[in-house]
């Protein structure tokens, strides 16, 4: 176990529905990010937090709203979804500026897989 | 902004062979070079990294290797064994690590035969 869970693992869920999708880290970071990955795009940022401030927003749909309460628990907010939504988001965690190990490794949570109807 | 191709998509080796897989990168100012495998089902984990004041590293089989003036780098695997398939991302970060943030390469999948 890497230190940081997602919840749900699996969602499905209808273009008019509302869901969120929760990461929470044990490995004491201050930064956190959500990542997309489809086949289109494997590994396409969406936002990050430093230090619970959102430091960048890489152009996202409004349909898509993060939430960072605490440097551990990060949420994404989905409402009204199109079905090309569809991927596998990740969550990751890192300490910045980098810790004694002189680098910022981001550890990856397993994801959730959403699928839109 | 940032952007990252790698190449190739998919690459297939026989057990004990070299593997090679080369990125580049547009941002100038980019200084901290990171790979992740990700395997099949799994999520992504640093395999190694580098910074732009250096100009090669090893970890036993895998090396990494940085040309700044060309603003390339490749990753280098030598006597692949089956348990390195996987897909492999390269990422560069013009932050050095002071943000985070990295621009990730769409990946290469790598399948080693035994």
């Known amino acids: 176990e890497t230190g940081v869970t997602q919840t749900p693992r699996h969602l499905v869920m209808g273009m008019t529905n509302k869901k969120s999708l929760k990461c929470e880290q044990h490995l004491g970071h201050n930064a956190m990010y959500w990542y997309k990955q489809s086949a289109k795009k494997p590994l396409e940022l969406m936002f990050v937090y430093s230090l619970e401030e959102r430091v960048e927003n890489n152009s996202v749909p409004s349909r898509f709203s993060p939430e960072c309460p605490n440097s551990s628990h990060l949420f994404l907010h989905l409402h009204t979804l199109q079905p090309e939504d569809s991927a596998l988001y990740l969550c990751?965690?890192?300490?910045?500026?980098?810790?004694?190990?002189?680098?910022?490794?981001?550890?990856f949570g397993p994801g959730t897989r959403l699928t839109v109807l | 902004g940032e952007n990252v191709e790698q190449h190739p998509s998919t690459l297939s080796v026989q057990e004990g062979d070299s593997a090679v897989i080369k990125c580049t990168y547009s941002?100038?100012?980019?200084?901290?070079f990171p790979w992740y495998k990700q395997e099949l089902g799994k999520r992504p984990q640093l395999i190694i990294d580098i910074r732009s004041n250096v100009g090669e590293k090893k970890d036993q089989r895998i090396a990494v290797t940085l040309n700044k003036t060309a603003k390339h780098f490749s990753l280098h695997i030598t006597e692949t064994q089956p348990e390195d398939s996987a897909v492999y991302f390269c990422a560069a970060s013009r932050y050095g690590g002071s943000q985070g943030n990295l621009i990730f390469g769409k990946g290469t999948k790598l399948s080693v035969k035994p």
């Open positions: 941002d100038s100012a980019s200084n901290y």
């Open positions: 990751a965690s890192s300490q910045v500026p980098p810790g004694l190990a002189g680098y910022n490794e981001q550890f």
